[in-house]
């Protein structure tokens, strides 16, 4: 067997990932692309026959310097220094190597990038899109609704069950990172259109079969984060936004549009499940730029 291959079926890597997992939390996602690289790093060293006990920070600068040159940014490095760095602390730890070779090397700095949003209008359009008379459709419409009135995250929103629902409260119940629980209000339009779905549309989508699944698919099984952000995609070039999407544009937006319209930042914070009040400050970078945007073009003088 290849030497990458054993490294990565190796139960070493399995127990890194279990205590990561028991330690910090950390998503399926982040663990998944842990475990990528990982991979990455094996395959790299299986040709120069240097086994991964051996490794030294020579090795990691070349490495890093081989990664840059293929194309990858500085956001993948630091990813990758984080886990190679938490992965060697492991190792040391459990006496399976004697030293680290992470010490002492830097991890790039990040510059922090505005998050892109949508305008109040363009969300609006990108709500207005779902074709109503289908239950796909309904579905779709109570999705954006709730993902834009709560700020969630795709993955939370496609995981939710009917338990998760109080209408009478007017809350969800969300399960974010760290396993962490949050109650977030829904509003009312957000409610409204849940009950219109689950009136009209959840049965259908189920074939009448009970399941505690709040959005399945149209096969009746649990959507992935992909096939919804699939859906938003699809949604927004029917109403013709040209802004940039990523998964989070929706929270984005229902965080940039929560502090123009004088929300607290601690309360977004809390909404938002961040457990670092300076992540949720980027969004009053954002709130800042947009007042200045405004101020530019609609002052006599701006």
């Known amino acids: 067997m290849r030497m990458a291959q054993m490294i990565s079926s190796s139960p070493v890597i399995q127990q890194y990932l279990d205590n990561v997992w028991l330690e910090k939390g950390l998503s399926k996602?982040?663990?998944?692309?842990?475990r990528s690289d990982l991979d990455h790093f094996f395959h790299w060293l299986e040709p120069q026959d240097i086994n991964f006990a051996q490794v030294s920070k020579v090795d990691l600068q070349t490495y890093l310097s081989h990664m840059l040159a293929k194309g990858a940014n500085a956001r993948s490095s630091a990813r990758f220094l984080s886990c190679i760095r938490g992965f060697y602390r492991f190792l040391v730890r459990e006496k399976i190597v004697s030293h680290d070779p992470t010490l002492d090397i830097q991890s790039p700095k990040l510059g922090r990038a505005?998050?892109?949003?949508?305008?109040e209008s363009e969300v609006e359009k990108l709500l207005a899109a779902p074709d109503l008379s289908d239950p796909v459709g309904l579905r779709d419409r109570a999705m954006l609704e709730l993902l834009y009135a709560c700020g969630l995250r795709v993955s939370e929103l496609t995981g939710l069950t009917v338990g998760s629902l109080n209408l009478r409260q007017g809350v969800v119940r969300v399960t974010g990172k760290g396993n962490k629980e949050r109650l977030i209000p829904m509003g009312q339009e957000a409610m409204l259109w849940l009950e219109r779905y689950n009136t009209e549309a959840r049965a259908s989508l189920l074939d009448n079969q009970p399941a505690e699944i709040l959005f399945p698919s149209n096969r009746a099984q649990p959507m992935t984060r992909q096939t919804?952000?699939?859906?938003?995609?699809?949604?927004?070039?029917?109403?013709?936004i040209r802004t940039p999407l990523s998964p989070h544009t929706m929270r984005h937006a229902f965080a940039t549009h929560l502090l123009n319209h004088g929300a607290d930042l601690r309360v977004v914070q809390l909404l938002l499940g961040h457990s670092d009040l300076s992540?949720?400050?980027i969004y009053t970078h954002v709130a800042q730029a947009r007042m200045q945007a405004l101020h530019a073009q609609h002052h006599p003088r701006g």
């Not at 996602?29 to 842990?34: G, M, N, R, V």
């Not at 505005?114 to 305008?119: Q, Y």
């Not at 952000?229 to 109403?239: D, F, M, P, Q, T």
């Open 29 to 34: 996602h982040t663990l998944s692309a842990y």
């Open 114 to 119: 505005l998050p892109k949003f949508l305008t």
């Open 228 to 240: 919804f952000w699939h859906r938003i995609k699809l949604y927004a070039k029917k109403a013709d």
């Open 279 to 281: 992540t949720t400050q």
